[in-house]
């Protein structure tokens, strides 16, 4: 159970960090906004103090101008020194017009505010010493206190010894408690000098519970939060509590910028916490800003502060600019290099792509011959398979009349041997000088070539016809399959071209052959040599 609280305390420690630094990032990143807005700031501010000088030339009394030089000079305070001394010696003189003692020691404070400001801790001290605490309401001995205040811790912050440090600090310590002791309790000047002096006593759980009812308070009535901030800063800071230091150093330097405020301690402590973290970028921008403003505000002591920091911090930042140009010149350098090699690259692709498109061109191209050649040979194989089978129709045809006539041959031997034989020489010599016999094997061999032909091309005389002029047109009379003009283009069709040899097979005369040929050609619709190869395309 023991261990099951230590790991939710450190679980809860680990998110409550984790939480902070979220918020810190955030944080800096409004801050960041703030600095790019800083002329925006500076202008509005700059409006004000126009405002009042305005009212400073239509002003009819010297009662209105001194209040409204009380004014003036809280414009000016925190933001240009020359002008808010120049505003208190104004508030001197109408004082002194005035006869007023107590606007006379009011002014005066204000002109010793202004040296310590500027760094000039002796003048200031002079000018305290010669005004009495007696000679002075309760609001001006709490001021006049708080400069005493004021000045010894800078000087406690800038002595050269630790024996006159810890003096200027006990100093400056006695004049906490003479604060408190002339500010109302519970006032928010009271609590804000009631933390410092709980941080001097290093009791800075109780100086950040105050502080923090200081930030609630300025943060619900709109004050600026940037005094708490601070104090709050600094107490995290004396525990140790980087994050949380961060954070609220943050918050005062946003509150600072907003404000116009050009003499400030946060956004440089910033500053070289973030160049210790190593945010080196930020640290330099934010040194640099708090330069710029001490210098505009004409705030020596920051000034000089900002100078002891700035150096080293720009030599930083200047070393991390020459390394990341450096990388960038590697980088550059390199990128050219890829780039380079990318666009040989693709030249080469490029020029294999062309390549690659005209072997495809070349492919399809043969591809496509291909198709003809695979066509062409279908075609021929069509024609030789065709071929094929009139060979064979024909073959089968030629053995069956070659058995046939050889069958016809022994029976005529042996009705002449009979003849003979029986002494019929009479009627032997009458069969012998017949010419019936010769006439009777051409119709049947004429009837079989003519099936045998229209069995493989049956459409062979319509085809054929349409060839031929319409009223030109060859048919067959009854009981006839071919006519002697369709038997003649019949053998052409298979082939056999010459009028001799067709004229042998059909036993017509080459005349008569070439006769038919004619006399069907000039019934043609083509050409003699497209008529001749339309018929051998027939079927």
Not at 54 to 74: I, P, T, V
Request: hydrophobic letters at 40%.
């Amino acid at each position: 159970m023991r261990q099951l609280k230590v790991l939710l305390v450190v679980f809860l420690a680990f998110l409550s960090l984790h939480i902070c630094a979220n918020e810190t990032d955030s944080l800096l990143r409004e801050l960041d906004m703030s600095i790019r807005n800083r002329p925006q700031y500076t202008l509005k501010r700059q409006e004000q103090i126009d405002a009042l000088q305005r009212k400073l030339r239509l002003s009819h009394s010297d009662q209105e101008r001194y209040d409204l030089y009380r004014e003036l000079f809280g414009k000016y305070r925190s933001y240009r020194m020359d002008s808010a001394l120049w505003v208190a010696n104004q508030r001197v003189e109408l004082a002194k017009r005035m006869k007023n003692p107590l606007y006379i020691y009011s002014a005066e404070l204000n002109i010793a505010e202004v040296m310590i400001g500027v760094a000039m801790y002796k003048e200031g001290l002079e000018i305290l010493d010669g005004i009495k605490s007696a000679d002075l309401d309760d609001s001006g001995v709490s001021y006049y206190y708080y400069q005493y205040h004021q000045v010894y811790t800078l000087m406690a912050d800038y002595a050269f010894s630790d024996q006159m440090k810890e003096h200027y600090r006990g100093l400056a310590y006695q004049y906490k408690d003479s604060i408190i002791s002339m500010r109302r309790p519970g006032s928010q000047g009271y609590l804000l000098m009631m933390s410092e002096k709980l941080l001097y006593e290093e009791k800075y759980d109780e100086a950040i519970e105050i502080l923090n009812s200081c930030y609630k308070t300025h943060e619900e009535k709109g004050y600026s939060v940037a005094i708490p901030s601070i104090g709050l800063a600094n107490a995290y800071a004396f525990m140790g509590n980087t994050e949380l230091q961060k954070k609220y150093l943050a918050i005062s330097a946003i509150a600072d910028i907003q404000a116009a405020t050009k003499e400030y301690i946060s956004l440089w402590k910033l500053a070289n916490l973030l160049f210790q973290e190593g945010d080196i970028k930020r640290a330099y921008t934010y040194i640099e800003c708090s330069m710029q403003d001490a210098t505009f505000c004409n705030a020596r002591y920051r000034t000089q502060e900002i100078s002891e920091l700035l150096p080293v911090i720009s030599r930083t930042y200047e070393n991390k600019l020459r390394e990341e140009k450096t990388q960038m010149v590697a980088l550059v350098i390199l990128t050219s290099v890829l780039l380079i090699i990318l666009l040989v690259a693709l030249m080469f692709i490029f020029y294999q792509m062309k390549r690659l498109n005209v072997a495809r061109k070349a492919v399809n191209t043969m591809n496509e011959e291909l198709k003809h050649i695979n066509s062409d040979l279908h075609t021929l194989n069509d024609k030789l398979q065709e071929s094929n089978q009139v060979k064979e129709e024909y073959i089968g045809y030629v053995f069956n009349m070659c058995s046939l006539y050889i069958n016809k041959q022994e029976e005529q031997r042996k009705m002449l041997a009979r003849k003979i034989k029986t002494g019929q020489l009479d009627d032997l010599y009458k069969t012998v000088n017949s010419s019936s016999f010769v006439a009777n094997e051409l119709k049947e061999f004429f009837y079989t070539f003519d099936s045998v032909f229209l069995k493989l091309y049956p459409k062979f005389i319509e085809q054929f016809n349409t060839l031929l002029q319409e009223d030109e047109r060859i048919c067959p009379k009854e009981g006839e399959l071919l006519t002697p003009e369709l038997r003649v283009f019949a053998l052409i069709r298979l082939g056999i071209t010459d009028s001799g040899k067709i004229a042998n097979f059909l036993h017509y005369s080459a005349q008569t052959v070439y006769n038919y040929r004619l006399k069907v050609r000039n019934k043609s619709l083509l050409s003699k040599d497209e008529f001749m190869e339309s018929v051998q395309q027939i079927g």
